[in-house]
């Protein structure tokens, strides 16, 4: 430490915080350390454990181990309102506002000493007041439904100085806004800090957390793997230290056999859910017996690439061929019939049923054909054979083919989704992040697997945040930032420095 | 001390059965001392419903005469929540069938074939029941309009119509000015078993609880169906057509709906009257709830409520009590049932302050 740092007190200290889900450590010992008047970013990929731990901090999860010290006192955070009395407020990636209610009545929603009938003139004048003192310009009666969505973060960020808060979190906050409402909202946390507030800022961008923070602490796989002075870093050893370096294990990997072209992309483009820009004309090809790796950080079209490819979500400039056959904005079951398989990135929300057997889940993809199902009849005996068969192959840890799925590890569940789709594919497999939160074990499983239908001919798409999987998987490597393709470079010859600033939207002469 | 719901990782299955059953009896309790506060010994009430539904051959026939459209619609609304899509309009549903069924028994049987009439009148009138659940569900599916609005709008439609009808156009001229139409030829007769009121729609029932059964446990379609109403998003992805299969299946609930009006009408009525449905489509939304949609269950569940309302009339007759007990114990199953599911997803933990705690950080930073 620091003369400079050993002066001031933590605000906020949490001491080794470990947080557990079903198959998953969220947290392993985590520490983290808050200065009045400044920002910390938390860095880290998605499912490194951010949220969980600023969900353990405003008191919506339970720690299993670790402690918590607001300005040196132990305190247990129950509920957000154990929270909120001690000045911690949390500004979500999804507004918690009511549309059709005024921006002054949602500010008093859930305030906890309100009389029976409040006085909404003095919520008002207090509203005008602060957002005057905040420069933040709200109207105070407006509707919320009215507002744009920079308007609508000013409305919780007043919603929390209102009730005095005094250490903000904000998760993703500049995922909502434009470049330019970014830039408001850094001018008005500066004037916030000027009074002693801190903020912790939530965030997967190197950008931002150069433009905003002070100190940066970096997350991966629920462990905390950084600690650093802002000003004393870079976007590349960032982007190094998020996606990790640690060499896990040696894959034997045969040189690439290059077949006929599989899946091509030209110049497409395409929307993210809210209708902005996701994909400006990537152009790409992929080959039969060969693997191309996607790099990039989280949320640069890396989701939207893989929908395109998959027919689900539509294309709005651009062609996609699948063996130069035209699919542009062909169903998902008409890409399916071309033998496309999609491991998707959200395995219990989209890969599987979680209330469904594990036996039903390994058949969703070939309960279309014979022998699992013919004229409209499935045979129940033919598709547990089938399960069986599956669940001995890509040793799928499961009490009984019956088990409901969701009550399999992660790493099982990945397993069934991979035996699903690698039975059904037969041409092409898209991979989003398929090691992702997985142990050593199965992730190398997961590998293999992959390695294994290029050696068979079968084109892979696989997108990853970690660039030691893209090194000892991929045959070459393109970079993706802002929808954009930064260079395509061979696997051999890729190293992680040329990657780092591709990532951080360098464009590379290749 | 505070208490704290926690989400389960697994669904209890005990509580999955244990949940209706205790709900009934809670039910019966709270029944029981509304019964005692309005002046009645609960215990005698509850022996005379007994009696009532279940004392005799006669008895129970009756109870069946109720139990069976409560076991058609229970299982049309019972598809609909599978797909997670809350059809409130079996009423509609059921009524507008028995229109259409009572309109080919009045004015198309006379070109048709006897033996054709009867067939012509149960199809349309399914058919009516389809059309009435396939409206809401198109707009649904299509272009994401709220369906527990549209469902039960669309029953005030079908209900009115059947009055505008019965007290109209199809006014019986030798009725003595009774609202109804004309009695229906014999040949659009449902034929009723033995020489009770019940009659073959108790058939029709079973086999469309065996059929669903088959549909969703051994068809695709089945399959298809199940998958939509766990997680969409997988659906989707898996290259299943959602808005298709919703329609689909909304059509098959609303058709189970219009059989059990086109019985009614055919078989107990046998006229266009007053009192085609004596709030069965609702009741059916209780019986699909406390059979957890599944399909065997829904025809027991279906006779526990038509006791209650038989048990209720007859409460009325011996005791002098309002027949509205049986509605009221209806009613009061649902709010037991409801916050009984709380307890297969969520458990009760109690959390007492911990008083040891606040000494626990001085060691522990004294240690570091």
Known sequence: MTAEETLKTPILEMHGITKHFPGVLANDQVDLQLYPGEILALLGENGAGKSTLMNILVGLYRPDKGEIFVRGQRVEIDSPRDAAALGIGMIHQNFMLVPTMTVAENIILGVQDLPFVPNMEEVCRRVRELSERYNLQVDPDAYIWQLSVGEQQRVEILKLVYRGAEILILDEPTAVLTPQESQELARILKVMLTEGKSAIFITHKMEEVMEFSDWVRVLRQGKLVAIEKTAETSPQELAQMMVGREVLFHLEKQACVPGAEVLELRNVASNDDKGLPALKGVSLTICGGEVLGIAGVAGNGQRELAEVVTGLRKVTQGEVLIRGKAMTNKSPLEVIREGVSYIPADRIGVGVVGNMAVADNLVMKGYRQAPLGEGGVLHPRQILAFARQLIEAFRIATPTPQTRIKFLSGGNIQKAILAREIDACHGLIVAAYPSRGLDVGATEAVRKLLLKQRDDGKAVMLISEDLEELFSVADRILVLFEGQVMGVVPAAEADTESLGLMMAGIRQAS | MHFLFEKRQSISRGALVLVPVISFFVSLILGGILLAVSGADPFATYA?????????????????????????????????????????????????????????????????????????????????????????????????????????????????????????????????????????????????????????????????????????????????????????????????????????????????????????????????????????????????????????AVPFVAILMAALLVGGDQVQIMMGLPSAVGTVLQGMILFPMLAGTLFTEYRLRIITPRKSASLEPSTQEVSQ
Request: charged residues 10%; glycine residues 12%; proline residues 4%.
């Open chain 2, 48 to 296: 005379a419903m007994a009696r009532g539904a279940f004392g005799s051959w006669r008895n129970f026939s009756e109870t069946l005469v109720k139990a069976i459209p409560l076991m058609l619609t229970g299982l049309g609304v019972s598809i609909a929540f599978k797909m997670q899509f809350w059809n409130i309009g079996a009423e509609g549903q059921l009524t507008l069938g028995g229109v259409v069924a009572a309109w080919v028994a009045l004015f198309v049987s006379q070109g048709l074939p006897e033996t054709m009439v009867l067939p012509a009148a149960l199809l349309l009138g399914m058919a009516a029941g389809a059309l009435w659940a396939g409206i809401p569900a198109v707009l649904k599916a299509y272009i994401g309009v709220d369906e527990t609005l549209t469902t039960l709008m669309l029953n005030y439609v079908a209900i009115l119509l059947s009055e505008h009808l019965y007290y109209g156009p199809w006014r019986d001229p030798n009725g003595y000015g009774f609202p109804g139409s004309a009695q229906f030829p014999v040949s659009a007769w449902l034929p009723r078993l033995g020489n009770t009121r019940a009659h073959l729609g108790l058939i029709f029932a079973l086999i469309a609880a065996t059929l669903l059964w088959f549909i969703f446990n051994r068809t695709r379609w089945g399959f298809e169906l199940r998958i939509i109403g766990e997680n969409k998003t997988a659906a989707r992805y898996l290259g299943i057509q959602i808005a298709r299969n919703i329609v689909l299946a909304l059509l098959l609930s609303g058709a189970l709906s219009g059989l059990a009006g086109a019985c009614e009408v055919t078989a107990i009525s046998r006229r266009m009257q007053q009192g085609l449905s004596i709030g069965y489509g609702y009741t059916a939304i209780i019986v699909a709830w406390m059979a957890q949609l599944n399909p065997f």
